[in-house]
């Protein structure tokens, strides 16, 4: 995301086109019958690791497969695979966010209609993936303890733009002296009323939780 | 960072501006005697936090200031005012980086003469500020334990753009398991011979070294 006039004027085309192709998406994943829920936060707020321990709870009773994006490497999905779920990379390269196009092209040859749930991992960025729709039934965004309480008033449109917060590492809390009230506080100060979840992807805690509410959405929504 | 052939036009014609704009304020701070330190990290890897302590120490010795950037908030600039140093907010509202054009906004008033140390906190992002110049003398980035080892793989261009490494939230890092000599390993796949400090703003463990590298940097460049 860049400033000045000139940038401004593009920027809106690019995020125009952007909504367009992600409304088309999002028909598509509707008449496909799959639930699309995509990931954003900081890098290191465990989104992976959230991911790691999802699709291998879900692959024993659902169709599922996932979309991880990084400007670099296939590692991540390299580790998703392990849970026998259908993982490809998207490599970004110096793009800061993934957008609707790459979701596109990632999906060219994939028959949706075999899936339940398609979870998409966005680049590690709690800025500009709040800009771009990727035709997404649920967007959550990950805050870990460790990252402190004040993060949503920081970075208010990403919180805004999401459907739901999760609070993730919660294992680590006391080590960090999180103030979990403080931090439910400033989500709701930016985003009154957002669900959130608090989770441990490591000791499972609040997990199920969790994904009892996303198998909830993929029914209310079909 | 967007895509798009005309977006990626008049990106370079952003960063060119940026670029000249940097080299100018690079000229003027060397003039005024002062040495620029930005720090750039995803959010909640410790910048403040290390910028506190750093402050706290610096103020009884220097003449030290900062600029902190955020998307909202005055909070950052209002816990670091404690240190006693000069401290201004640039608040970038949508926008994910700091530019040069922020900075030299920033210092319009300021008499740069009068300073020794002056840091720059950047925004939260471990992608975009590694575009933007800021005439700084040294960038440091900054990875808490709690990230893992992988982001410097995942986030090559923001260590590529850094001088020094700052491996952030020590005291953690049995909790988290972090293993140092992979991430050390990965930060020097990504760049050869970097130097890298490991600290904890928390228990002060590392921090008198690091310390001493910026004061005998800013010597070897006076």
Redesign the interface.
């Given at each position: 995301?860049?400033?000045?006039p000139?940038?401004i004027e593009?920027?809106q085309?690019?995020l125009k086109?952007n909504d367009l192709l992600a409304r088309a998406l999002r028909e598509r994943f509707r008449r496909a019958g799959v639930c699309v829920i995509s990931l954003v936060s900081?890098?290191?707020?465990g989104k992976t690791a959230f991911l790691e321990r999802t699709l291998g709870e879900f692959v024993r009773r659902y169709s599922v497969a996932a979309l991880v994006g990084?400007?670099?490497?296939e590692?991540d999905a390299q580790r998703l695979r392990r849970s026998g779920a259908r993982v490809q990379q998207i490599a970004t390269g110096?793009?800061?966010?993934l957008?609707a196009a790459m979701i596109e092209r990632a999906l060219e040859d994939w028959s949706l209609e075999e899936l339940d749930f398609l979870f998409i991992e966005n680049?590690?960025?709690?800025?500009?993936p709040a800009s771009y729709d990727l035709g997404e039934e649920l967007r959550l965004v990950l805050?870990?303890v460790?990252?402190?309480e004040?993060?949503p008033?920081?970075?208010?449109?990403i919180f805004n733009t999401a459907d739901v917060a999760v609070i993730t590492?919660l294992d680590?809390a006391a080590?960090?002296e999180f103030d979990l009230e403080a931090a439910k506080a400033q989500i709701h100060a930016v985003r009154p009323g957002m669900r959130i979840f608090e989770v441990s992807a490591k000791s499972g805690v609040g997990l199920a939780e969790c994904w009892r509410y996303l198998e909830a959405r993929r029914l209310s929504s079909a």
């Open positions: 995301m860049m400033n000045g000139r940038l593009v920027r085309r690019v086109q900081s890098p290191g707020s990084d400007l670099a490497t590692n110096t793009v800061c966010h957008d680049v590690g960025n709690l800025v500009c805050m870990s460790t990252e402190g004040d993060k008033l920081k970075y208010p449109t590492k680590l080590a960090v």
